[in-house]
């Protein structure tokens, strides 16, 4: 660096004097004087805000985060070229293909806007500096009555009289961004260039341009127009050869040309969504097409199309790509929402990408379309919550829970206890031969947005699992709203099993039609456990079935080939402390008292609370959050700051043997029901925590009377033939082959 | 009134859907409750957590004020702010080009560097260019499986030490198995134990070839002891 008498000079030509101009962190500054006594000392003013500012020399050259190095220039015009040379505008959409007059109208909008923008923000600086209020609505007249003086407008024979019409054309330049072909594109009417083009065609078109046409910089390479072009001649061709493949016939502006036919799918056949199916299929190489021409079902959704000519093709696809967003909205709207997400398969990016098991464990609820009937009285019907977690790399079921609940905390937690130890011993007790072997800590684990998945106790629960990292800790994410084919392996297994229950098990409900639903509650007979048992039978069965996304295997084959490679996975004993984890953490915070901590109308206390500390530092009171296990709120968990206190008991539920009885919350709250039934208030349910009890067990007896009666005089239909329809419905759970093949049917269906 | 769950401890805000952003939670190194709102965040914490230098690390750190082109107050929430080793903190946002190149992302990030800059924080803007690649993400993420201390084994780690300083490249599949035999351990246990050290950077391997493929660990994967690599 050399000096001179003005200011300073670089080797690489750069200078600096007053009156250049300096680009530096996004922001241009003009410099006013340079101190002669140290040259590194600037004083500059910001061309956008016109305040004074001190730059110095070493933070100027000085390398940035960013990698955008410090611009100086002569003249304004200068700078612009520097930064533009340094950083090329975005590529912008293709021009190819739009008409002159399009353009030229978005040359107008563009030219109005930028030319009206620059004349309002100097007028801002002009105010700033004047010390004068700024008023847009003046600035904007003022510039418009500018702009309707410049040659350029006079040129185009334009001028803008209303500020209306102008903020129509911002309007259009923010929303295209400025650039020339979207705006241009914009101008068509949405049929354009599809007048005459039947539907199979416009969607075999779109088909052969998002599979192998559109992909944006970095996610491949898409290919050139006349590339695609032939691509799709090759793919029509091969569903055509029982018309003749390529034959003579008329194009569509009448004239005799050679044309390319062959069968493809007639969105207007189809019912519903278009099946992705058929259209795989149809495009696959491997797959021969008197096959799928063979199957009825197919060949009715299809219909004989021909290919257009080369010059609409590329006019189309040149349209095509000047979409913003790469036509997803265009697509979107003409074959449903989620199409694009479907053709560009971007849905199961996680689970594509899965490596080993436990890796993305997906949850979801589903309500059973079954009735079941209540254990005392066998006359009240109800519907269960089935709560799934699978492994996305094995598709092993984790773990499961069957809830009278709609989805809650509890289901989800109760879920995710069962998913993460061993289930043998479950399976024993019932009497079910065959292993569940898999079991472990979710390393992800994939929720929907149901206000539960968000809760304190989940997030608590997924840090402390991990024990200070000793165990894995459990990731949790949420897929996106609305969208429920990021969650489709968990809805294609769910899907499968109501099927199952809905096809085998009596009281199952097999539509929404009011006569089906009353016939389900007449017949319904099963007991909670009953179809719990019918339920772990089914996974266990689906575990042991071959599965033809993992080349035949079993779910449990692939899970003990990754066990042998890496062991079982690593859990924390189910200890004490482990169980607190599960428990429902209450939002409230409560306070020592003499009588200790209230809760649910009841006393909570324990000599450890002897100790606890009642009153801080600033003298207040402490707050101590708290948990509970919802099937037993005898006992709560005490914490402060997050930190776990102690356990405490209800003095209430104190038995005279010291032990405490345990209450569940839905006890309580039938208990809380029969008091305000029985004219007293709420808060005295304990009084009828007892009736609760008795009411239960004189249920119980009258059942095993009936069950007597009913075996003396052996009536026709027996009003309660659980026993019976269970084993029933055991024998007739299909086999390994033959679930392969339902699970097939249903996810082709599904597809 | 909707209703709205307070973020995790030490963070300004919760992470909210955009459509079809990918968007959670995950625990940290130091047991920290970090949240992601795209892609990108989820790849750049798996890198961070693997980072030694990186000590800590948390999201949604603060809130930033800026004025857009139009002169309007707006609020700007950075994606991460890490502690590292040497006691730098930085503010991380990530990006991507074309969104930077707007004028009021310019202005933005201006004010936000500013604002570092006066607190002696390094702004740091990641965009796609900078963010791990598929095969770095992937690898990083099955190796974020051998995270937990469990996996860890004293007489593993001193062995790998002692074998592989100065020994060059090994298979590492070959070198459990020899390990496990030496040491009289199962195959699995010293697999598992050297992929902690990995994942914990003890040993190292080239994060751009996949670790494992199809449920495996693929065949050819090297590591290397830090000393070989600094040679």
Not at chain 1, 70 to 80: D, G
Not at chain 1, 138 to 144: G, N, R, V
Not at chain 1, 526 to 552: A, F, G, K, M, W
Not at chain 2, 69 to 82: E, F, M, S
Request: charged share 25%; proline share 6%.
């Amino acid at each position: 660096m050399t000096h001179s008498k003005e200011g300073a000079e670089f080797t690489d030509g750069m200078t600096l004097k007053p009156g250049y101009l300096v680009r530096w962190q996004g922001d241009t500054y003009r410099i006013v004087s340079i101190d002669p006594n140290d040259i590194s000392v600037i004083q500059a003013e910001s061309i956008a805000r016109s305040d004074a500012v001190t730059l110095y020399l070493d933070e100027l050259l000085a390398p940035s985060d960013d990698g955008a190095p410090t611009i100086f220039a002569a003249t304004e015009k200068a700078l612009r070229a520097e930064i533009e040379r340094r950083q090329p505008p975005p590529e912008p959409a293709p021009l190819s293909g739009l008409r002159d007059n399009p353009l030229k109208k978005a040359a107008q909008i563009i030219f109005v806007v930028e030319t009206v923008e620059r004349f309002i923000a100097e007028w801002l600086r002009r105010c700033v500096r004047d010390g004068i209020k700024f008023h847009r609505t003046e600035a904007l007249t003022e510039a418009l009555k500018e702009l309707n003086t410049m040659d350029q407008m006079r040129e185009w024979d334009l001028a803008i009289s209303r500020p209306g019409t102008y903020y129509d054309y911002l309007k259009r330049y923010n929303k295209h961004q400025g650039d020339l072909a979207r705006i241009a594109a914009s101008f068509r009417r949405s049929t354009l260039n599809q007048t005459g083009v039947p539907k199979a065609v416009l969607h075999f078109v779109d088909t052969i341009i998002l599979r192998y046409g559109t992909r944006a910089k970095g996610q491949g390479p898409r290919l050139r127009p006349k590339s695609l072009y032939r691509m799709a001649e090759q793919k029509l061709k091969r569903t055509g050869r029982s018309l003749g493949g390529q034959a003579p016939a008329k194009g569509y502006n009448g004239q005799a040309t050679s044309v390319v036919q062959g069968y493809w799918i007639d969105p207007e056949k189809c019912k519903g969504d278009i099946p992705e199916n058929v259209k795989n299929e149809l495009l696959d190489p491997k797959i021969p097409v008197d096959s799928i021409l063979a199957n009825p079902e197919k060949m009715c959704l299809l219909t004989p199309i021909t290919l257009p000519k080369k010059t609409w093709f590329y006019a189309y696809l040149s349209w095509f790509r000047s979409q913003p967003g790469m036509g997803k909205a265009l697509v979107d709207a003409q074959y449903g929402t989620g199409a694009w997400d479907r053709e560009l398969a971007i849905w199961d990016t996680f689970v594509t990408q899965v490596t080993m098991p436990l890796q993305v464990v997906l949850a979801d609820h589903c309500l059973l379309k079954i009735f079941v009937v209540d254990d005392d009285t066998r006359s009240r019907v109800d519907r269960l919550w089935l709560t799934v977690l699978i492994d996305a790399y094995t598709r092993c079921i984790l773990g499961i829970v069957l809830l009278y609940e709609s989805p809650c905390i509890e289901s989800i937690m109760s879920a995710l206890r069962h998913a993460i130890w061993p289930k043998n011993q479950e399976l024993a007790r019932e009497g079910i031969p065959q292993k569940w072997s898999c079991f472990g800590i979710p390393l992800l684990l994939s929720l929907d947005n149901a206000w539960a998945h968000h809760s304190i106790t989940l997030e608590n629960a997924a840090r402390l699992i991990g024990q200070n990292g000793k165990y894995s800790s459990i990731q949790l994410h949420w897929r996106p709203p609305y969208k429920a084919r990021y969650g489709a392996l968990i809805e294609r297994y769910l899907g499968n099993i109501t099927g199952k229950i809905k096809e085998l098990l009596p009281g199952a409900i097999l539509s929404n039609d009011p006569e089906h639903v009353r016939n389900a509650a007449k017949e319904a007979c099963l007991l909670y456990q009953d179809l719990y048992r019918v339920i772990l039978q089914l996974i266990v069965d689906y575990q042991h079935t071959p599965h033809s996304e993992l080349d035949n295997m079993t779910p449990d084959e692939k899970w003990r080939e990754w066990v042998q490679q890496h062991g079982l996975p690593q859990v924390p004993p189910l200890a004490r402390e482990v169980e607190r984890l599960f428990w429902r953490l209450d939002p409230g915070t409560r306070v020592i008292t003499n009588k200790g901590i209230s809760a649910f109308g009841m006393h909570y206390w324990s000599p450890a609370l002897a100790h606890a500390q009642r009153i801080d530092l600033n003298g207040k009171k402490t707050k101590y959050g708290f948990g509970y296990d919802p099937s037993d709120i005898s006992r709560l968990g005490i914490y402060r700051n997050g930190e776990w206190v102690g356990d405490v008991e209800s003095k209430e539920l104190r038995r005279p043997d010291g032990s405490v009885r345990p209450v569940s919350l839905w006890e309580r709250k039938m208990a809380r029901d029969m008091a305000q039934d029985a004219g007293r208030v709420a808060q005295d349910w304990q009084d009828f925590i007892d009736e609760v009890s008795d009411l239960s067990r004189r249920r119980q007896a009258e059942k095993r009377m009936a069950d007597k009666e009913s075996k003396r005089k052996r009536p026709p239909r027996k009003p309660a033939a659980d026993v019976q329809a269970i084993e029933q419905a055991l024998t007739l759970i299909p086999t390994a082959e033959s679930d392969e093949r339902d699970t097939k049917s249903l996810v082709s269906f599904l597809n | 009134m909707g209703l709205k769950r307070r973020p995790p401890e030490g963070n300004v805000r919760r992470v909210e859907s955009k459509g079809t952003n990918y968007r959670g939670e995950i625990v940290n190194k130091a047991g920290r409750q970090v949240q992601y709102e795209s892609r990108g965040a989820w790849a750049l914490i798996l890198r961070l957590d693997h980072d030694r230098d990186v000590l800590d690390y948390c999201s949604q750190p603060e809130q930033f004020e800026f004025t857009d082109r139009k002169g309007t107050l707006l609020t700007y929430v950075p994606a991460l702010k890490t502690w590292t080793r040497d006691g730098t903190v930085e503010i991380i946002t990530i990006s991507s080009t074309t969104q930077l190149a707007q004028p009021d992302i310019r202005l933005r990030e201006k004010a936000v560097r500013e604002s570092c800059q006066t607190r002696g924080f390094r702004y740091i803007v990641h965009t796609e260019r900078t963010l791990p690649q598929p095969t770095e993400e992937a690898n990083l993420w099955a190796l974020s499986a051998f995270r937990p201390t469990i996996y860890a084994n004293q007489e593993v780690a001193c062995a790998a030490f002692a074998t592989l300083n100065g020994a060059g490249k090994v298979l590492l599949d070959s070198f459990a198995a020899r390990t496990a035999q030496n040491l009289q351990l199962p195959k699995p246990q010293v697999t598992n134990a050297l992929l902690h050290m990995l994942w914990h950077d003890q040993i190292t391997t080239d994060l751009g070839r996949l670790l494992f493929f199809s449920g495996s660990l693929a065949p050819r994967v090297q590591i290397w002891s830090e000393s070989e690599e600094s040679e």
